[in-house]
């Protein structure tokens, strides 16, 4: 008799072709096709009987209300047409000093911290301050410097302090750097941070240009300083 051609689709399911095979070999494919699966059964036995196990992980982070901090008018500075030869050939230059009141307003009070981006970063003149562009030459133009001046935190004047590394430890500080985070505290308690729902406090916002002597200016020169704030949760 012509012998059945076999081919197993995934495990324990299998089909067969029989060609020009009489009615009684259909009986013997009958059969074997039993021997198959009961030898199949047995094998698998023990498998179905082990035990095996995976591992479930939630995690998650519960956060308070967002707060949100605002600049009065947008946070947008102009210092105008600055005079070359104003500038100071060995030292740098005061070009503009402002003031620009920022708040912060919390669903409830809030632990947290400033952090300021600089999107000029490594074009500052000076280590820690925030980068307002280059030269056409490629020379690094100036710096602005952030300080907070007097913050009023939930009614009371508060005082601010500083970490620098990421909020393990607190000191008496009011310049804010691209190293650091500046938080608030009461002023009989400088190492740590108090829970704020509303915040006021006038940010003074420094820019400098670099000693004359190393700069190429001799076409116009733009100013670029971008600074975004935010406010992280402690």
Same mark, same amino acid.
């Given at each position: 008799?012509? +012998? &059945?051609?076999?081919?197993?689709?995934? /495990?324990?399911?299998?089909?067969?072709?029989? *060609? %020009?095979?009489?009615? /009684?070999?259909?009986? %013997?494919? %009958?059969?074997?096709?039993?021997?198959?699966?009961?030898?199949?059964?047995?094998?698998?036995?023990?498998?179905?009987?082990?035990?095996?196990? !995976?591992?479930?992980? $939630?995690?998650?982070?519960?956060?308070?209300?967002?707060?949100? &901090?605002?600049?009065?008018?947008?946070?947008?500075?102009?210092?105008? *047409?600055? +005079?070359?030869?104003?500038?100071?050939? !060995?030292?740098?230059? +005061?070009?503009?000093? %402002?003031?620009?009141?920022?708040?912060?307003?919390?669903?409830?009070? /809030?632990?947290?911290?400033?952090?300021?981006?600089?999107?000029?970063?490594?074009?500052?003149?000076? #280590?820690?301050?925030?980068?307002?562009?280059?030269?056409?030459?490629?020379?690094?133009?100036?710096?602005?410097?952030?300080?907070?001046?007097?913050? $009023?935190?939930?009614?009371?004047? $508060?005082?601010?302090?500083?970490?620098?590394?990421?909020?393990?430890?607190?000191?008496?500080?009011?310049?804010?750097?691209?190293?650091?985070?500046?938080?608030?505290?009461?002023?009989?308690?400088?190492?740590? #941070?108090?829970?704020?729902?509303?915040?006021?406090?006038?940010?003074?916002? !420094?820019?400098?240009?670099? &000693?004359?002597?190393?700069?190429?200016?001799?076409?116009? +020169?733009?100013?670029?300083?971008?600074?975004?704030?935010? $406010?992280?949760?402690?």
């Amino acid at each position: 008799n012509t +012998q &059945p051609a076999w081919r197993c689709l995934h /495990t324990l399911k299998c089909v067969g072709l029989v *060609k %020009n095979t009489p009615a /009684t070999g259909a009986v %013997n494919l %009958n059969r074997y096709v039993a021997a198959l699966s009961a030898t199949a059964l047995i094998s698998l036995a023990p498998y179905a009987l082990a035990a095996s196990s !995976t591992d479930l992980s $939630v995690t998650g982070t519960i956060t308070p209300e967002a707060c949100r &901090p605002i600049l009065l008018g947008g946070g947008q500075i102009d210092l105008g *047409k600055i +005079q070359s030869h104003t500038l100071h050939p !060995t030292r740098s230059t +005061q070009v503009g000093k %402002n003031t620009l009141q920022l708040t912060v307003e919390c669903g409830s009070p /809030t632990l947290l911290a400033l952090n300021a981006i600089d999107h000029m970063a490594g074009t500052e003149h000076e #280590p820690g301050y925030f980068g307002v562009g280059l030269t056409q030459a490629g020379e690094k133009l100036g710096a602005i410097k952030l300080g907070l001046l007097s913050p $009023v935190a939930d009614g009371p004047s $508060v005082a601010t302090i500083a970490s620098y590394d990421g909020g393990a430890s607190w000191e008496d500080d009011r310049t804010l750097l691209t190293n650091n985070l500046l938080s608030f505290a009461h002023h009989s308690d400088l190492g740590t #941070p108090i829970p704020i729902k509303d915040l006021s406090v006038p940010l003074s916002v !420094t820019t400098f240009i670099a &000693p004359a002597n190393g700069l190429t200016l001799t076409d116009e +020169q733009n100013i670029n300083g971008e600074i975004t704030l935010e $406010v992280m949760y402690l």
